[in-house]
């Protein structure tokens, strides 16, 4: 027989079915480890077997210019790339969250969408990553030092465009009509001290069920992102609790935080490649047909080493973003003052993203960046009830 106690309790969370919840957590989980299992095992058998030296070989003899054999290499591989984990793809987008009524997306605007990501992948992965093997070939001693050193105004200019620039080729992107949500939204900023331009409405609903909100732009060009699923199903004073954990983030300077840590970690990943690819190469040129480093047959050399330093690194980078969402919980509750709202929009995003209430510690080490929905909602209570006591 078995007794209570020896049951792990779940946390109850109103409106949630939790045993659904954690068969659409465990199904997800088990095609990411299916994919990533399929993607290393891919890019070991490609550089291995030889086929990417003789990709590259191929490339090369058809290109009017040498210069063109790098990114001709990588756009052939790209393309490969996406069309190896369409599957999975597939199975998640279109089947599992169809199934579990997270998604009402047509297959056919599902494609579309596969097809922009392909196209907008390789319009800006192409020249960066020819640029890369550029560098690594004139700089052999410090390359590493150099792309990792790039990373950094790449990387924030392209926090700030993607919102901007690459987000509307995918969605609608519309001025908030609804005076009374725009005003409250803007008097909640100037409170946090966070000026912004405007609110947009964003159409998210075309492709999940799941709310969101987010920030875009720099200085005075500042806004606030609203997905349709969040004004349509929340609450004002709900969505001023949404707003007011985005507000954290900028007042706090999150994305430094986060943009210092990605370059510490960059910086160790590019140093660990530098050291450790040329002896890879050395060892492997006999099956690989790759002898040195500025060869862009590498490629998959160089996607499972920094995958596996990624690996590595993703229990410090989760366990970082974890801290610093708490954190922002925390402030959301004190600036709207209304802690009982707070506890509902964490209890609405639950129901209505089918968040698994009590995950394993395991997957929370790995690959959580917020703290568990459950803990989120437990943490705002007590912090509510010591705000009281204030």
């Excluded at 792990?8 to 990533?36: C, Y």
Aim: proline share 5%.
């Amino acid at each position: 027989m078995t007794h209570p106690e020896d049951v792990e309790s779940e946390p109850t969370i109103p409106g949630l079915d939790a045993r659904r919840a954690k068969r659409h957590s465990r199904l997800r989980l088990a095609l990411l480890f299916g994919r990533t299992a399929v993607s290393t095992g891919a890019m070991a058998w490609f550089a291995l077997s030889g086929r990417s030296a003789r990709l590259r070989t191929r490339v090369e003899q058809r290109m009017p210019d040498d210069r063109l054999t790098v990114p001709g290499y990588l756009a052939v591989a790209s393309v490969g790339a996406a069309i190896a984990s369409l599957p999975f793809e597939a199975v998640r987008d279109l089947v599992v969250e169809r199934r579990y009524g997270l998604s009402k997306q047509t297959t056919a605007g599902w494609a579309g969408d596969q097809i922009k990501g392909l196209a907008v992948n390789l319009v800006v992965g192409l020249p960066l990553t020819t640029g890369a093997f550029w560098v690594i070939r004139r700089r052999p001693r410090d390359w590493w030092f150099v792309l990792a050193s790039a990373t950094v105004p790449v990387s924030v200019v392209f926090a700030q465009l993607a919102p901007v620039v690459l987000m509307p080729i995918f969605n609608r992107f519309d001025v908030l009509q609804d005076e009374t949500v725009q005003r409250r939204i803007r008097d909640l900023s100037e409170r946090a001290g966070v000026p912004i331009a405007d609110v947009y409405r964003m159409d998210m609903s075309r492709q999940t069920e799941k709310p969101n909100a987010f920030f875009a732009g720099l200085g005075r060009t500042k806004r606030i992102v609203l997905s349709d699923t969040l004004l349509d199903r929340f609450e004002p004073d709900e969505i001023e609790g949404v707003v007011a954990h985005e507000l954290g983030h900028q007042v706090h300077g999150d994305i430094w935080r986060l943009t210092a840590l990605g370059l510490a970690a960059g910086y160790g990943v590019s140093y660990l490649a530098h050291r450790v690819m040329p002896r890879l190469v050395e060892a492997t040129k006999g099956r690989t047909g790759v002898e040195t480093l500025d060869d862009v047959a590498s490629v998959p050399l160089f996607a499972l080493v920094a995958s596996t330093a990624g690996f590595a690194l993703a229990p410090l980078m989760a366990a970082a973003s974890r801290a610093i969402e708490a954190r922002t919980d925390r402030y959301a509750v004190r600036l709207t003052g209304d802690a009982e709202a707070y506890v509902r929009v964490l209890t609405n995003l639950a129901v209505q993203s089918l968040a698994d209430p009590n995950p394993s510690r395991l997957v929370v080490f790995f690959l959580y960046s917020h703290p568990p929905i459950a803990r989120r909602i437990a943490e705002a209570r007590s912090f509510m009830r010591t705000i009281a006591v204030e």
